[in-house]
């Protein structure tokens, strides 16, 4: 994959289409209604800080929680903490979602 800046983020996006012409299930086809994907990424300003950042799920929840959901780019903050999956249990209630007719991609670069 190319580095930072490139359009290596468009797949996540698709991912939501690809999956839905791709299953006929209609149970694995329910899922898909709402999907939310998270852009973390760990180049440039998001680099991991070895010193600061010791739980690999905290960084990448960090970085889930600077995620700007209008815009879809990282306004990152280090100093908050959090991981994925309190972060996807927040978004959940927030939303009113069914917790099993909701699915989450987490699209990771710079590692």
Do not use: C
Not at 4 to 9: D, I, Q, T
């Amino acid at each position: 994959m190319d580095g930072a800046g490139s359009e290596k983020l468009k797949l996540p996006n698709e991912l939501k289409t690809i999956a839905t012409k791709a299953v006929e299930n209609d149970e694995p086809r329910k899922r898909l209604q709402i999907v939310n994907v998270f852009n973390v990424s760990f180049e440039n300003v998001t680099m991991l800080d070895l010193r600061i950042e010791i739980d690999p799920l905290q960084a990448i929840g960090t970085r889930m929680l600077s995620f700007d959901w209008t815009t879809g780019k990282l306004v990152f903050v280090r100093k908050f903490h959090t991981n994925p999956n309190d972060l996807i249990d927040k978004q959940i209630a927030n939303h009113n979602y069914i917790a099993s007719e909701t699915t989450w991609i987490i699209s990771m670069d710079g590692l």
